[in-house]
């Protein structure tokens, strides 16, 4: 059964940083793409950052040049570093996970809140 379980959600203030993990288990997870999203009170969920299994990134504009993603294959991970948090980066965020055959599946989330 595949599981992915995020971690590293808690209360920052503005301008300060988190890394959240997501650690997936059950499935090949090197050859899997890996992503990140979003989801505020009253918003619907967004795409927030991206990994393919060869490694190639991307990242949403609202995010760029703050939020890095990145994986360790050794340790069946995906990370989000987020640097100069805002109010508006609040938000569960989730971890999904897209095999080659087209399954995807989804973590439990996890809860940023930005707030002074």
């Known amino acids: 059964q595949v599981q992915l379980v995020e971690s590293g959600g808690d209360l920052v203030q503005p301008g300060e940083s988190l890394r959240l993990s997501c650690r997936s288990s059950?499935?090949?997870?090197?050859?899997?793409?890996m992503r990140w999203h979003r989801q505020a009170p009253g918003k619907e969920r967004e795409l927030v950052a991206g990994i393919t299994r060869g490694g190639s990134t991307g990242v949403a504009e609202s995010v760029k040049g703050r939020f890095t993603i990145f994986r360790d294959n050794a340790k069946n991970t995906v990370y989000l570093q987020m640097n100069s948090l805002k109010p508006e980066d609040t938000a569960i965020y989730y971890c999904?996970?897209?095999?080659?055959?087209?399954?995807?599946?989804w973590g439990q989330g996890t809860q940023v809140t930005v707030s002074s």
């Open positions: 999904s996970s897209l095999t080659p055959d087209g399954v995807l599946y």
């Open positions: 059950g499935t090949v997870f090197s050859i899997n793409d």
